[in-house]
């Protein structure tokens, strides 16, 4: 069975539930600039790039995608909500875009996984 098709059948016997605010989230870390910025090389402050974390601190990205599957997620978003060139210009991330999006994914992939061999 397809992923869609599996989707559908799920959907149609229950209400899915999904994640919350990942922004507000991560304002509870009460993260500084260095912690968005990492080891990477930058010229713009990056205070506030949240996308950008999934390369940083993954561990903090990790833990809240956990905490909503734990809650009882049924789906997690993948923490890219501005990661487009255009959105990325701000802080000239626009080089990362695509490595912040398949980061991201593999990232909230793999806490779903986890989290599916928890519980089915």
Known sequence: ????????ERAAQQILVFD????????????QEADY????????????NNDLLSLTRP????????????????MIETNTFSSTRVAMADYGC???VR?????????ARACADKAGAKDG
């Open 99 to 107: 490595q912040i999006n398949i980061e991201s994914a593999k990232l």
């Open 94 to 96: 626009e080089h990362l």
């Open 37 to 48: 910025r990492g080891s990477l090389d930058l010229a713009k402050d990056q205070k506030g």
């Open 59 to 74: 561990d903090i990205i990790g833990d809240i995608h956990d905490a909503y599957l734990v809650a009882g997620a049924d």
């Open 20 to 31: 919350g605010g990942y922004g507000t989230s991560i304002q509870q870390h009460k993260l």
């Open 1 to 8: 069975m397809s992923a869609r098709q599996a989707f559908i």
